[in-house]
């Protein structure tokens, strides 16, 4: 068994493939959804001899406007946080920062082929999600309408 087969095989076991897509600069790309509801994705890149786990996040619209309401330390000391955070996950990370606000997020892990095993295979796939939910988590404890109320819309405001 070859070793994009052995993925796809361990992918389909875990009732985690979704589909296979073209991607002209590797030499397999699988969509995962790991565990329910959450997609990721499975590259060989082209030439390589590793995988790369990968999930991407877009902030909320919701959040996202708590973030602008919130102070500049704020939004600074959340990033520092996130940062050392996914630090601790042992993974890779791309943030998308416009202005101290934290736009989306990629999340990714890479296994060489000489170390890989199901096991190993999807501890890594479980370690990209669980950073993913760690961004998730605090997002949410640090920009919540309790911390950063918006005051409600009213048209005629000029009267109130």
Known sequence: MDFEERIRTWLMEEDALLEKKFDENAEFHY???FPKDNIMDVVKPTGKDA???ACATQVSPEHLALMNSSTPEIRRD???DLQFG???YLVDFDLKVDKDVLQNFVVTNTIFEDGINK???MKTVNRVFKSKLYCIF???KIFTNANF???PSNENDMFV
């Open 119 to 121: 096991n190993e295979f």
């Open 149 to 151: 109320p918006i005051s």
């Open 78 to 80: 959340f990033l520092f």
């Open 51 to 53: 995988i790369v786990i």
């Open 31 to 33: 969509i995962i959804e």
């Open 86 to 88: 996914l630090n601790s």
């Open 138 to 140: 605090l997002i949410n």
